[in-house]
């Protein structure tokens, strides 16, 4: 499940996002609310399943950002988190479209049981999602990947690549776009991370014999595609 978590505090970040990464979920932060609208409407192809947004935020903040994303039709569960608590607070929080409001300070724990309750209302339709590009088959709700008859044994951040590649239905994706959804906002864009996880996926996928289907597209990035 990749989520969107907008937080200007970094202590308060750096502890969900690394708690969240320990239980196999994908994180982007960002820091302000404008970075919050732009990363959550960016790539409908590759949407985020979970948005968490503090209210005070530089720039925008979280309640205008949460209006926002329902005028514009994403209906992605979101959980406010913040330290105002009093019932107008609340009130004002869940009539903005929040789906859930967590007060901080907070368990971790707490946070985790509120984001599994959020998934279950999420519907049907999105949780049985099949992709497939010629023998090639994600299912994203069991989180596996077979070719043909051939199951394909894959990390975490393989199966995450592979499902932003193949949502793209054979489209190129730049590496800049895969750091970004892949590895977040801030990670070094001078490594070659996403070249390494690539070579792992076409070692898995591409057998001798098989046609190809991972690519490499000169001057662009990576695609998932029956013909290059």
Same mark, same amino acid.
């Given at each position: ?10 202590? +308060?970040?750096? %502890? ?11 994180? !982007? ?18 949407? %985020?399943?979970? @948005? @968490?947004? $503090? ?8 309640? /205008?950002?949460?209006?926002?994303? &329902? ?9 406010? #988190?913040?330290? #105002? ?14 789906? $859930? ?12 049981? &509120? ?8 519907? +049907?339709? /999105?949780?049985?999602?099949? #992709? !497939? ?9 069991? =989180?596996?990947? !077979? ?12 199966? =995450? ?18 750091? !970004?959804? @892949?590895? /977040? ?13 690539? *070579?792992?996926? &076409?070692?898995? @996928?591409? =057998?001798? *014999? ?10 662009? *990035? ?7």
């Amino acid at each position: 499940m990749r989520i969107l978590l907008a937080e200007d505090d970094q202590r +308060i970040a750096g %502890f969900i996002s690394r708690g969240l990464q320990e239980e196999g979920y994908l994180v !982007q932060h960002v820091t302000d609310g404008e970075q919050a609208l732009e990363f959550a409407t960016a790539d409908p192809l590759t949407p %985020f399943e979970l @948005i @968490i947004l $503090d209210i005070l935020m530089p720039k925008r903040d979280g309640l /205008s950002v949460c209006r926002e994303l &329902r005028t514009r039709g994403i209906h992605v569960p979101i959980l406010i #988190l913040t330290a #105002l608590d009093t019932l107008d607070d609340r009130v004002r929080g869940l009539d903005s479209g929040a789906d $859930d409001y967590l007060v901080k300070p907070f368990a971790f724990p707490e946070l985790m049981a &509120r984001l599994r309750a959020l998934s279950r209302r999420m519907p +049907i339709a /999105s949780k049985t999602n099949l #992709l !497939q590009i010629g023998d090639l088959q994600l299912d994203t709700v069991a =989180h596996t990947a !077979q070719r043909g008859n051939r199951k394909i044994d894959l990390s975490s951040r393989e199966y =995450h690549l592979l499902e932003y590649l193949m949502r793209h239905g054979g489209r190129p994706v730049s590496r800049t776009s895969i750091l !970004q959804a @892949i590895w /977040s906002f801030d990670y070094d864009g001078a490594s070659n991370v996403v070249d390494v996880y690539v *070579g792992y996926l &076409r070692r898995k @996928i591409d =057998h001798e *014999g098989e046609s190809p289907l991972v690519h490499t597209v000169r001057g662009v *990035g990576y695609k998932i595609a029956e013909s290059p």
